[in-house]
């Protein structure tokens, strides 16, 4: 990401990858006063916590919990009005 920016930091990184150990690299990619939000169960607050204290980065971090309102119905709707996202999802889903 850094690379494709020229070395410009995000001012939102979402980090929603399940797999552990990716804490490291979100921070690494916020701005300064920038915002992380963890959308992940694999997300380890301790990890995220200490490593941007480690690496002197004052940033804001969230947790989503996974939830928001309407959020059923917007999906099914955005399946529904969208065939390239259909077939995308029934290739892989069947």
Do not use: Q, W
């Amino acid at each position: 990401m850094l690379e494709a920016t020229s070395g410009v930091e995000a001012d939102v990184v979402i980090s929603c990858v399940n797999v552990d150990g990716v804490e490291p690299s979100a921070i690494l990619l916020t701005r300064p006063r920038g915002k992380i939000y963890f959308f992940a169960m694999s997300t380890s607050f301790t990890a995220a916590a200490l490593g941007a204290e480690g690496m002197s980065k004052d940033i804001d971090m969230f947790i989503g919990n996974g939830y928001a309102e309407g959020h059923a119905d917007f999906t099914l709707d955005l399946v529904r009005s969208s065939p390239a996202l259909l077939a995308v999802l029934s290739r892989r889903y069947g």
